[in-house]
């Protein structure tokens, strides 16, 4: 009897893991501002500054500096509220601010600011996230509610710096 109970419980495991398997979302989104990179990257480091503009990332707490442990307050477009704690992993100037954590295989997020140059000394921000591991299909992440807060927030972040570069 005792076998056929872990045979089961090893079954049910492996349906799970099947049916979940290592599930992934991406989104992505970006903008075009009409401003230096450098501007557009200087706000976006400025964590602080947070609470002033950005309608999605509503609050982060932490130090900007890699492996820096961070709390991010959200409010999605849907009125959830969500605090989340993720690390810094990759800072480079003027290019890239990249957050996140979890733990592989069960659940992974790596959320994303890429900044590139364009003509006319534009930049084009690629605002992305990729989450994934088994447990993504039973976390709460309408992949459309949260690629609206994030275009929320490129076009907060574009009017916020355009209205400051002229």
Same mark, same amino acid.
């Given at each position: 009897?005792? &076998?056929?109970k &872990? /045979? /089961? %419980?090893?079954? =049910?495991? +492996?349906?799970?893991f099947?049916t979940?398997?290592?599930s992934?979302?991406?989104?992505r989104?970006?903008?075009? %501002? ?5 501007? =557009?990257?200087k706000? #976006?480091?400025d964590?602080?500054? &947070? $609470?002033?503009?950005? $309608?999605y *990332?509503?609050k @982060? ?6 492996g820096?442990?961070l709390?991010?307050? @959200? #409010? ?9 704690p993720? *690390?810094m992993?990759? %800072? =480079? ?6 957050? +996140? +954590?979890?733990?592989k295989?069960?659940? &992974?997020? =790596?959320?994303?600011f890429?900044l590139?140059s364009?003509? *006319?000394?534009?930049?084009l ?5 990729d989450f994934? +591991?088994f447990?993504?299909?039973f976390?709460? #992440?309408p992949?459309?509610v ?6 929320q ?7 916020? @710096? ?5």
């Amino acid at each position: 009897m005792e &076998y056929f109970k &872990y /045979l /089961l %419980i090893f079954v =049910v495991t +492996g349906i799970v893991f099947m049916t979940v398997g290592c599930s992934s979302i991406a989104i992505r989104t970006s903008v075009e %501002i009409d401003a230096p990179k450098e501007e =557009v990257y200087k706000i #976006l480091a400025d964590l602080d500054s &947070y $609470p002033n503009w950005n $309608p999605y *990332h509503r609050k @982060v707490v932490g130090k900007f500096e890699e492996g820096a442990e961070l709390k991010i307050f @959200v #409010l999605r477009p849907d009125g959830k509220e969500v605090e989340v704690p993720p *690390h810094m992993m990759r %800072i =480079v100037e003027n290019q890239e601010i990249t957050w +996140g +954590g979890g733990i592989k295989g069960i659940f &992974y997020g =790596v959320h994303s600011f890429i900044l590139e140059s364009q003509a *006319h000394g534009k930049t084009l921000l690629k605002h992305n996230e990729d989450f994934s +591991g088994f447990a993504i299909g039973f976390a709460d #992440l309408p992949p459309d509610v949260i690629a609206e807060g994030y275009q929320q927030m490129n076009m907060a972040l574009k009017k916020l @710096v355009e209205d400051g570069s002229k």
